[in-house]
């Protein structure tokens, strides 16, 4: 990838430029607890963006993406925000900086990247981490302290691409670290790293390659729910409630929202004692946390959909240490904590059994837990 855009950037552009990456990112435990105040556990993955970058001179960015075979050109103020989907991402990251009173002058850039769209890994903050690294790093002199570069990142898709989302996939992407998970404490953006280094044990993904669309927004109506409750017990958010407060209240709410709530607050446990499993190099806790949470997504929650249980399914019967949905739901990946001498027997019945059911084979990733957004060196 680095010599293709090495090449391409010098047809282009010429010569001189500078390389930069960040990383997508997995989450190992810990779903649907930021907007409750909880904490979440992601990791930087070893698949990234990467961009070569040079300043030219000019208020214009000029911008090629190798992977959509696209080129867009656009000027630096509000009303130059260009047409392309993917260049608002580069643009919001841009006018995100001079907003915060950074400076961004005119560059060239081609970037490329292997993390696999659709699949729950962040691509696009993986773009905007690498785009937000380097222009503080080119532009002013890396001032901009790393916790705002994630905030730029969330800032540019709340305000040019639409998605309201959350700080995690930002915060995983600037601040990974190799051989390190992170909790993020999503009340007090407190973080702690936890070294993770499954000696015997691998991390798989499998993509479904599934996403459902569904008529209503059932993200909106699981974040309402957790709200009602949250309201009746006098909280701000579910992060202190507990399960005798919640059995307290029980007969006051819909079996709807009890439920919703169980999953929060039982899932916020689970992230704590996975931090303390991983002290003690206990992966078999690590894992009978991650069936738990998949069992709560799918059957309190209702976040899961008939593919990613079959494949949580298969991976219980075949001996996986842990497996669960990674991400909102309703399609996309399981995470699996798989032996390394299962591995391979693993993906090969993963892959025919999913493909004998639904009539086509999910893509399997192998992760590594790596940094985040840096500057690529020789």
């Known amino acids: 990838m680095k010599t293709k855009i090495e090449k391409i950037f010098k047809e282009k552009f010429g010569e001189g430029g500078t390389l930069y990456a960040s990383a997508g990112r997995i989450n190992l435990i810990g779903e649907h607890t930021d907007y409750n105040g909880g904490f979440v556990f992601p990791g930087a993955i070893d698949k990234v963006i990467m961009a070569e970058i040079k300043p030219n001179g000019t208020d214009k960015v000029r911008v090629f993406s190798?992977?959509?075979?696209?080129?867009?050109?656009?000027?630096?103020?509000?009303?130059?925000?260009?047409?392309?989907g993917w260049a608002r991402y580069v643009f919001g990251v841009c006018r995100e900086i001079q907003k915060r009173g950074g400076v961004v002058k005119g560059f060239d850039a081609v970037f490329a990247g292997n993390v696999p769209l659709g699949a729950g890994l962040s691509s696009s903050a993986a773009l905007e981490s690498c785009f937000a690294f380097a222009l503080n790093d080119m532009f002013n002199d890396n001032k901009i302290d790393k916790f705002e570069l994630a905030r730029i990142g969330q800032s540019t898709e709340h305000n040019y691409c639409g998605v309201n989302c959350g700080i995690m996939d930002q915060f995983a992407s600037v601040f990974g670290r190799k051989g390190n998970l992170m909790r993020l404490d999503c009340r007090s953006m407190e973080y702690e790293y936890f070294p993770f280094n499954p000696v015997g044990y691998e991390l798989v993904l499998v993509d479904s390659k599934v996403k459902h669309e569904l008529k209503d927004s059932p993200y909106n109506k699981r974040r309402e729910s957790c709200e009602r409750v949250a309201k009746r017990l006098g909280m701000d958010t579910l992060r202190d409630a507990t399960m005798e407060q919640l059995n307290a209240v029980k007969t006051d709410i819909t079996a709807e929202d009890y439920f919703r709530a169980k999953f929060v607050i039982e899932e916020k446990q689970r992230v704590l004692d996975v931090c303390d499993a991983l002290n003690a190099g206990d992966y078999e806790t690590v894992g009978a946390c991650m069936y738990a949470t998949h069992e709560g997504l799918s059957k309190d929650y209702e976040v899961s959909c008939e593919e990613l249980d079959f494949l949580n399914d298969v991976a219980k019967e075949l001996g996986v240490i842990g497996s669960r949905i990674m991400g909102g739901g309703f399609g996309g990946c399981t995470i699996n904590l798989v032996k390394n001498e299962l591995h391979d027997k693993f993906i090969e019945e993963v892959k025919v059994r999913f493909k004998d059911k639904y009539g086509h084979e999910p893509a399997v990733y192998d992760v590594v837990i790596s940094d985040g957004a840096r500057k690529v060196e020789d």
């Open 66 to 84: 190798i992977d959509i075979d696209d080129y867009a050109e656009f000027g630096l103020r509000e009303e130059d925000a260009p047409s392309q």
